[in-house]
Structure formats: structure tokens, C-alpha cells
């Protein structure tokens, strides 16, 4: 089993949707949790950060933790082209980050 | 958030030449930094943790004498690819570790693509 497993997609979706992205990992010791977007040609960006289980929003995303079934999940309301991305979930316990293999997301107008 | 810069941000070169990537954290000091490949449409590949002031720990089949990383300050990683072949060009990423107050996440450059001809 990898240790973390995340839907390549792609995920199509129209502008103003709301978007669900969603991974899961197998390591308990786990306890920090990333999300990061990527565009094509540019390093992944740190988009949302949370320690331990529960919900973190920042503007139009939500990152939510559920450490009790291993699963991470970033939402993003009122989706726009501009968010047409990869989308990596990360995990680490200390230092060494583990990713998923990342989820390419596109917005159409 | 933090800031990491990467140079050259695109470097092409003949076969047989060495090429070197700077990396820096601009605005936090970084004990330890990490430096990625990536291939087109695939995801991130950990070559190397890079330790200021002792020797980097390579991941399972990157070779540490082709890939040369030096971490000589707390801002600075440098990753050298000696003798480039052609199989060599790709996206190299490199990361900085951040623990200020209790947190653990990474800030990544921009990116350096390598095209070896």
C-alpha cells in the first residue's frame, strides 16, 4: 500500500463549483498535513498547512483532517479557471515530506 | 507565508558540462532544504535532504557524485550536475524546511528546468 494515495483525475468542473479533493495515507505517525497547487512549469505553492485532525479555511478553500480514518480533503467554493492546477496533498511526521501523486483540476468559464 | 528563489529559473546546456542551482530562502534561515526532480506530468521525486554544514543524505538511486549538493549556509543550497547527459534534463525543484514555532511544512522555488542537448 503507498503511503499516501490520491485520484489523479483529471477532475473537469464549471466556474462556481464547488471542488473536492481528497487523499489518504497509511501512516498514523503523520501529524502534519499540506496542500499545495501547482502550475504547469512552476514549483508547488503552499496553499493550505494543518496540525492534527479538524477544519482550517482560508478565503475560498477549506482543509479538513481526519486523522481517525487517514483522510485529508481541500475544498474549494466558488471554483474559478484561474484554479486549472495539479493540487498535491503532503503529509509528514518530521522534516521528510510525502506526497500524493497529485490531482490536476480544470476550471472551464 | 515564505519566500524561496531559485537560479537560473532555465539553463541549457551541451553534454558533458556541469551545471549549478542555486537555492534560497530569502526571508527565514533554513537548517535543512531538499532538492526534487520532476518529470513532465508526473509528481515530485525526492533526490536529496540537504543538511547546513555536513553531507547531504541521497535518496535510493540518485548518485551523489553526479549530483553534487552543498549547503554551506543557512540560506543557500547548491546542487551541481556534473557531467550532464541528455537524460538529465528535467525539472529540478528545490525546497526549504521551515519549523519556525512548532510548525513543519516546506517552501518551494520556483523551479529550474534543465534541458541537456
Known amino acids: 500500500q503507498k503511503e499516501v494515495e490520491q485520484d489523479p483525475g483529471p477532475l473537469s468542473v464549471p466556474e462556481g463549483a464547488i471542488v473536492s479533493l481528497n487523499c489518504t495515507y497509511s501512516?498514523?505517525?503523520?501529524?502534519?498535513f499540506m496542500w499545495y497547487r501547482q502550475y504547469s512549469r512552476k514549483g508547488p505553492e503552499l496553499l493550505m498547512y494543518?496540525?492534527?485532525?479538524g477544519n482550517k479555511e482560508d478565503g475560498r478553500f477549506t482543509a479538513q483532517v481526519d486523522k481517525s480514518s487517514k483522510y485529508i480533503s481541500l475544498f474549494i467554493r466558488d471554483s474559478q479557471p484561474s484554479d486549472s492546477a495539479t493540487y498535491l496533498c503532503a503529509v509528514t511526521g518530521y522534516s521528510t515530506l510525502t506526497f500524493g501523486k497529485g490531482t490536476m483540476l480544470l476550471v472551464s468559464p | 507565508g515564505a519566500v524561496v528563489s531559485q537560479h537560473p529559473s532555465r539553463v541549457i546546456c551541451k553534454s558533458g558540462t556541469s551545471v549549478k542551482i542555486e537555492c534560497r530562502s530569502l526571508d527565514f534561515q533554513a537548517t535543512t532544504m531538499f532538492w526534487y526532480r520532476q518529470f513532465p506530468k508526473q509528481s515530485l521525486m525526492l533526490m536529496a535532504t540537504?543538511?547546513?554544514?555536513?553531507?547531504?543524505?541521497?535518496e535510493q538511486g540518485v548518485e551523489k557524485d553526479k549530483f553534487l549538493i552543498n549547503h554551506a549556509s543557512l540560506t543557500l543550497s547548491t546542487l551541481t550536475v556534473t557531467s550532464a547527459h541528455p537524460e538529465d534534463s528535467s525539472f529540478y525543484i528545490c525546497s526549504a524546511r521551515d519549523s519556525r514555532g512548532g510548525k513543519e511544512t516546506q517552501y518551494f522555488g520556483p523551479g529550474t528546468r534543465l534541458l541537456v542537448l
Open positions: 494543518t496540525y492534527s485532525s
Open positions: 540537504s543538511n547546513e554544514g555536513s553531507k547531504a543524505t541521497y
Open positions: 501512516n498514523s505517525a503523520f501529524q502534519y
